[in-house]
């Protein structure tokens, strides 16, 4: 049983670049979740996915966030133009079913704005 | 709006002694879920315990329960007989159940065990 997966790991770049990363989650899981963390912080709600639709973005998401889901399996998050204050971990997470399932977590990605 | 509260930025435990930290939550849905989650320095967040706002009784998990009481709107989770390896930081979150239930999250507590 393989468990979320994020790559990569960590992610360092100079200001204005972009990124993009990536998040595999468990196989029977149809919804999906990305959530941003700074240190000290607990986690903040960015975007949600069922199946292939993105079905809510939080304000947190600015036009510089973009993420896909394509054919409801792996998802990505890009970061157009990156901002210092961008550097953060990002979280992937994802559940199964109906109701109060617990969403499980990959690793994260910890990005770093030089 | 929904909120969490952990009031314990940090805590240190001697080693086997029981641990309970603090959480309260603020919501008006009748129907919410409430979670505990450890994140080691090495930055994966893991799943812990589940507790139903309609749950009568309190969820436990090998060494972890959760003591929730529903009037006072808290839910605090107690660690039995802590080892080393419970060393990390703990989140309580709770669902919003109208918004495809996303996480909200409290600010966490740092646990440190003593050997």
């Known amino acids: 049983d393989t468990g979320v997966s994020q790559n990569p790991r960590h992610k360092i770049t100079k200001r204005g670049q972009n990124v993009t990363f990536r998040c595999d989650p468990i196989?029977?899981?149809?919804?999906l979740y990305w959530y941003r963390q700074t240190l000290g912080q607990g986690p903040e709600f960015l975007t949600y996915?069922?199946?292939?639709?993105?079905?809510?973005k939080s304000r947190l998401l600015s036009d510089r966030f973009s993420a896909e889901r394509p054919k409801g399996s792996f998802s990505t998050l890009e970061i157009q133009r990156t901002e210092q204050g961008d550097s953060a971990m990002y979280l992937c997470?994802?559940?199964?079913?109906?109701?109060?399932?617990?969403?499980?977590f990959g690793d994260g990605t910890r990005l770093s704005i030089l | 709006a929904q909120k969490i509260t952990q009031t314990q930025p940090g805590m240190f435990v001697q080693e086997k002694e029981a641990v309970t930290l603090d959480c309260t939550y603020d919501?008006?849905?009748?129907?919410?879920?409430l979670f505990w989650y450890k994140q080691p320095s090495s930055g994966e967040m893991i799943f812990l315990i589940y507790?139903?706002?309609?749950d009568q009784q309190n969820a436990t998990e090998g060494r972890y329960s959760l003591n929730f009481q529903k009037a006072r709107k808290s839910a605090n989770l107690v660690i039995s007989a802590s080892q080393l390896g419970d060393s990390a930081m703990y989140f309580c979150?709770?669902?919003?159940?109208?918004?495809?239930?996303?996480?909200?999250w409290g600010a966490g507590t740092k646990l440190i065990i003593k050997p």
């Open positions: 996915f069922q199946n292939e639709a993105q079905l809510e």
């Open positions: 919501t008006s849905d009748p129907s919410y879920g």
């Open positions: 979150a709770m669902t919003r159940r109208n918004s495809n239930y996303q996480l909200i």
């Open positions: 196989s029977e899981h149809n919804r």
């Open positions: 997470a994802s559940r199964s079913g109906e109701g109060n399932q617990p969403q499980h």
């Open positions: 507790q139903g706002s309609y």
